[in-house]
Every structure is written in C-alpha cells, then in structure tokens.
C-alpha cells in the first residue's frame, strides 16, 4: 500500500485522496472480515440475490439484546451495501486487477487527474468498471 500511495502522492500531490483511499479499503476489508464471520454463524442463511445475511425474527431479537453491536444491525436482515464490489476486491485474482486499476491511474496522469475530480459514486463506478473490463 506504501508503494501504491506514494505513486498517486507523487502523480497527483494529493494526500488527502490517498487517505481516502486506505482508509476506504481498510473500512470495507474490516466490512467484509465481519460479513464472512456472520455468514457462518449458526441459524444465519444467506440470500444472494438480496446481498443479505437473513435471521428469523426471535433469534435477530435474542442475538441484538446479547449482541448489541451495531455494526451487526447494520448488517443481518437487510441488504449489505457494496456486497458485490467487496466481494470482487477480495476474492482471489481480483486483488490484482485492483492494482492494475490503480497502476493504470499512476501510470496516466490524466486519468488519475479526472479520477480525482470525479463524485464518489462516479469513482465507485469506474473503480467497478475499469477492472471488470480490462482485467477480469
């Protein structure tokens, strides 16, 4: 990670967009280690086409009031945001599209230019596009 934000430190001079990055990718590493956690709890089901870690109302009940985390309310019986884009981040081979992804960032200039002046939501957007289509 050092070697990744130094690059885009030294493409961009931007420091404040490589906080943003690590920090996002260490919030939603820690995202996806409690989501793989409550997936294999016992009486828990997954419903993939929802995104979402189900439980029947009495034992959600009983675990909130012995369990009252709320990062766990976050998650059970309701869909997870960003499931699928985590789930590619990773799984596997994507972690190095992902560094493709950013490579290609340091390595254009002005790609990485627009990529800072894009919204969030666009930057999830190429971020899920870019390497889906040339890597993966």
């Known amino acids: 990670m050092k070697t990744i934000t130094a690059a885009i430190l030294k493409y961009t001079s931007r420091e404040v967009?490589?906080?943003?990055?690590?920090?996002?990718?260490?919030?939603w590493k820690a995202r996806w280690v409690h989501v793989c956690k409550l997936k294999k709890m016992e009486g828990v089901r997954w419903?993939?086409?929802?995104?979402?870690?189900?439980?029947?109302?009495?034992?959600?009940?009983?675990?909130?009031?012995?369990?009252?985390?709320?990062r766990d309310t976050q998650?059970?019986?309701?869909?997870?945001?960003?499931?699928?884009?985590?789930?590619?981040?990773?799984?596997?081979?994507?972690i190095a599209a992902v560094h493709r992804a950013l490579n290609h960032l340091m390595d254009y200039k002005a790609h990485a230019t627009k990529y800072l002046l894009m919204t969030p939501d666009a930057r999830m957007d190429w971020f899920n596009a870019f390497p889906t289509k040339y890597y993966l």
């Not at 439980?55 to 709320?70: G, R």
């Not at 997870?80 to 081979?93: C, D, L």
Request: proline fraction near 5%; charged fraction near 20%; charge should be positive.
């Open 17 to 27: 967009c490589v906080a943003q990055v690590y920090n996002h990718l260490r919030h």
């Open 75 to 94: 998650l059970l019986n309701k869909p997870i945001e960003n499931y699928a884009q985590m789930k590619r981040i990773y799984t596997g081979r994507v």
């Open 47 to 70: 419903v993939e086409k929802a995104s979402a870690i189900m439980m029947d109302d009495d034992a959600y009940f009983s675990y909130t009031m012995n369990h009252p985390w709320p």
